[in-house]
């Protein structure tokens, strides 16, 4: 299979989403019930094109070497620096072919097997956690399952389940708050405090992530906190319309808390290229969500491989024409924004 066909098994299984050959968010918009991003659904649109505004420094005068894409996160070492991000409510948003539990149960493994990991999504419907920390178990662990913002009996509940399936790393889409069908309704979900969030950190078994992070000064309350990452993310456009794109406020956040704590990026990230332009911003890895979908409806545990492979491909080529042999060698002056 050729991720073309993939492309083209996808279409027309994928309710609203149309499965584009490029992943921009033009042809979604605004829907939701949808892969599509909130209010004027411009943010997606952004994100992407914010990207495609970071250019490469090709430089090939220095050592011909092959060079190694392999990443170690949370005490794990992963092919590449890349893990496919939480998509929840696969039915509400895709169609019926798939639900969570057969999402998950061919994304999960899929992604282990081509050496990266997952993050699962999470819903108001309490069977859409307890199907991905299952999937996540089954994997022997190797998923990272993302909860929402919920009160703290709700979440105590998801912890349990988190602690069973013996990830390596939870996730909270603390940005969740802004999800029209998460409003108002009962368990609830929304903002937490510092003081909350440090309760929560404290109860998780593994290293925490907050995932939903826009700015320097968010970012430092994620690390008092104690949150071992954070995800500069904005739901892909979903959660806030008028958002700046993930890469335009990637460097300062990590000039405020890099080093410190690992700093990961999605929204928008489509190809191996975007990664490089992702890691020579500073980030330590990406989340890829949407194309995940794509190539698990286009064609199961087969694209999930497909995909993966073809992204690192393109990081591996990107690396060896910028002159580096590792992905710490990757360094902010291997790109520009024009
Ligand atoms: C249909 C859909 C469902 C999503 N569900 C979740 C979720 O349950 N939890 C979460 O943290 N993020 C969720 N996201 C956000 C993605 O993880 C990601 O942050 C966003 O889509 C940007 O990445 P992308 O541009 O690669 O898709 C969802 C996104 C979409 C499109």
New binding site residues.
């Given amino acids: 299979m050729t991720y073309r066909e993939l492309l083209q098994a996808a279409q027309g299984k994928m309710g609203p989403c149309h499965a584009c050959p490029v992943c921009n968010g033009r042809a979604c918009g605004n829907t939701i019930p949808g892969?599509g991003a909130k209010g004027s659904g411009d943010v997606?649109i952004r994100?992407y094109d914010a990207w495609q505004r970071v250019r490469l420094h090709m430089d090939t005068l220095h050592e011909n070497v092959p060079v190694a894409t392999s990443c170690t996160l949370f005490g794990k070492t992963f092919r590449y620096p890349i893990f496919a991000?939480?998509?929840?409510?696969t039915a509400l948003?895709y169609g019926p072919l798939y639900d969570d539990m057969a999402y998950n149960n061919i994304l999960v493994p899929a992604c282990a097997a081509a050496g990266i990991a997952a993050?699962t999504?999470?819903?108001t419907n309490p069977q859409v956690m307890v199907a991905a920390t299952a999937a996540v178990q089954a994997a022997g662990g190797m998923g990272v399952p993302?909860v929402k913002p919920w009160d703290p009996a709700t979440l105590a509940q998801k912890m349990a389940l988190v602690a069973q399936s013996g990830c390596f790393a939870l996730?909270m889409?603390i940005d969740?708050a802004g999800l029209p069908f998460l409003q108002n309704l009962t368990p609830p979900a929304g903002s937490k405090t510092v003081a909350e969030l440090r309760e929560i950190v404290a109860a998780s078994p593994v290293p925490f992530v907050v995932?939903g992070i826009m700015t320097p000064a968010a970012a430092l309350k994620a690390e008092q906190a104690g949150a071992a990452a954070i995800v500069v993310?904005n739901?892909?456009g979903?959660v806030l319309d008028g958002c700046p794109a993930t890469a335009e406020v990637l460097p300062a956040i990590v000039q405020a808390v890099g080093g410190r704590m690992k700093v990961l990026v999605?929204?928008?990230?489509r190809t191996g290229t975007d990664v490089f332009r992702a890691l020579a911003l500073g980030a330590d890895a990406v989340?890829?969500?949407?194309?995940y979908v794509t190539a698990v409806y286009g064609g199961g545990a087969e694209g999930v491989a497909l995909y993966t492979h073809k992204l690192g491909a393109e990081l591996a080529d990107a690396m060896a024409m910028c002159g580096a042999a590792t992905l710490a060698d990757i360094t902010p002056a291997m790109v520009g924004v024009y």
Avoid at 85 to 89: F, K, L, M, R
Avoid at 266 to 269: F, L, Q
């Fill in positions: 892969p997606a994100n991000g939480p998509v929840g409510a948003h993050f999504g999470d819903g993302t996730a889409d969740a995932k993310s739901h892909g979903r999605d929204g928008g990230i989340l890829v969500a949407r194309p």
